[in-house]
């Protein structure tokens, strides 16, 4: 029988904001503090009507060319670049593309989809440089960086590469899933969501879209042929909080087999949610840790990274959890927060960003051997999120 934490963890959802910044965990609302204070000043620019085509040349020289198979790109959160990484060497390049970059995802002409705090940049991978900007049609405010910077955060492609779904976050509202054509490179609608849509998924056939709304408990379920959004709360632990609770919806994995929607939550329980029916069940984790991150390989594994603990009289620190399509679990320790996860090719290794949204990244990546649990930290990119392996 699988012991969940008692039912007083439940109710402690509100932390003082100078505990959440020494614990290195979490992620509730409030004003950045030290992880706002960390990133650099954003660069003007950027926030004109149309797209800018003006292609940025790259920060650290690097030859163009197609990458090598396995080359890794991560965004650069604590700066406005997307960088080229080798597994084995480190970064080999970076390009320009906006403040503050987040989340990414890449298509299979090689072209990158990268959601900044201006707007969604496209990036040629083998030219290695910036084809153009997209600006939100959604008002998000001034441009800033941090946790809390207003812009896109999760964004994902349609199966069929011509339309890209990306989550704007309206600071002290709730945000947007913006549709860009990407052959005519525009936003074409804007549906209505939660808020802070840390994720956005596609169902494997294209038919709908998933945004994972931080500070609402819930999932935003778009068809993706009329876009009339549904509300599904993931609150498996209830909403008492708020705002300041802990205890919500970070990242979510399809599962292939059945569509359904993994959500990982305190290394406790995972909620996996039918979208169809709005129900959820609750399956128990075993590694005991504020999780973030999640991914979904084809034939089922699950791979969720473990940020740290919230209270340290009860939880365990960072980890990476990988657990099998029956539900067995191997949970292996990291040194310090990380936020997001990619897996090589073969399946035989797992790339997790140190960049955290929260204070307490570093820069660089931990490289982990899911055969053996042997952990290398290679240094990388500038506060690394979002990652892919090209």
């Known amino acids: 029988m699988t012991k969940f934490r008692r039912a007083s963890r439940a109710a402690r959802v509100l932390v003082p904001a100078g505990v959440a910044v020494a614990l290195l965990a979490g992620c509730a609302q409030g004003s950045g503090g030290a992880a706002s204070a960390a990133s650099p000043t954003p660069p003007a620019g950027a926030s004109a009507t149309a797209p800018s085509t003006s292609g940025s040349s790259a920060v650290v020289p690097a030859p163009a060319g197609e990458p090598a198979p396995g080359t890794l790109l991560v965004t650069d959160f604590g700066s406005d670049t997307v960088t080229f990484v080798d597994p084995a060497r480190?970064?080999?390049?970076?390009?320009?593309?906006?403040?503050?970059?987040?989340?990414?995802?890449?298509?299979?002409?090689?072209?990158?989809?990268?959601?900044?705090?201006?707007?969604?940049?496209?990036?040629?991978?083998?030219?290695?440089?910036?084809?153009?900007?997209?600006?939100?049609?959604?008002?998000?405010?001034?441009?800033?960086?941090?946790?809390?910077?207003g812009g896109g955060m999760g964004i994902a492609l349609a199966p069929d590469g011509r339309r890209v779904y990306v989550g704007v976050n309206?600071?002290?509202?709730?945000?947007?899933?913006?549709?860009?054509?990407?052959?005519?490179?525009?936003?074409?609608?804007?549906?209505?969501?939660?808020?802070?849509?840390?994720?956005?998924?596609?169902?494997?056939?294209?038919?709908?879209?998933?945004?994972?709304?931080?500070?609402?408990?819930?999932?935003?379920?778009?068809?993706?042929?009329?876009?009339?959004?549904?509300?599904?709360e993931v609150a498996p632990y209830g909403t008492e909080g708020g705002l300041g609770s802990w205890l919500k919806p970070h990242y979510t994995a399809v599962r292939p087999s059945d569509g359904k929607l993994l959500l990982p939550f305190e290394g406790e329980r995972l909620a996996v949610v039918d979208p169809r029916t709005g129900r959820t069940t609750i399956e128990p984790m075993t590694a005991n840790t504020h999780q973030h991150g999640a991914t979904v390989t084809a034939d089922g594994t699950l791979l969720t990274v473990g940020t740290g603990p919230i209270d340290p009289a009860e939880d365990r620190g960072p980890s990476l959890t990988v657990r099998t399509p029956g539900g067995a679990e191997r949970v292996y320790p990291l040194e310090g927060p990380h936020e997001t996860v990619a897996v090589s090719r073969d399946g035989r290794t797992a790339y997790v960003t140190g960049g955290f949204t929260r204070d307490g990244y570093w820069d660089g990546l931990s490289v982990v051997d899911l055969d053996t649990g042997d952990t290398r930290r290679l240094a990388a990119g500038s506060r690394p999120l979002g990652i892919v392996v090209l």
């Not at 002409?109 to 030219?127: F, K, L, S």
């Not at 998924?201 to 009329?226: C, I, L, M, Q, W």
């Open 170 to 232: 309206v600071p002290g509202g709730n945000g947007r899933l913006e549709v860009i054509d990407t052959a005519a490179l525009r936003v074409t609608d804007t549906v209505p969501v939660g808020r802070r849509p840390f994720d956005v998924d596609v169902s494997r056939d294209g038919a709908e879209v998933y945004a994972t709304n931080h500070d609402s408990f819930d999932v935003t379920v778009v068809p993706a042929g009329t876009l009339e959004p549904r509300r599904v």
């Open 90 to 149: 480190g970064a080999t390049g970076s390009v320009r593309v906006g403040s503050a970059p987040y989340g990414l995802v890449v298509g299979g002409d090689g072209r990158a989809w990268v959601a900044t705090a201006e707007g969604v940049a496209v990036v040629d991978t083998a030219a290695r440089k910036r084809l153009a900007l997209i600006p939100y049609e959604t008002d998000s405010g001034p441009v800033t960086t941090g946790e809390y910077r």
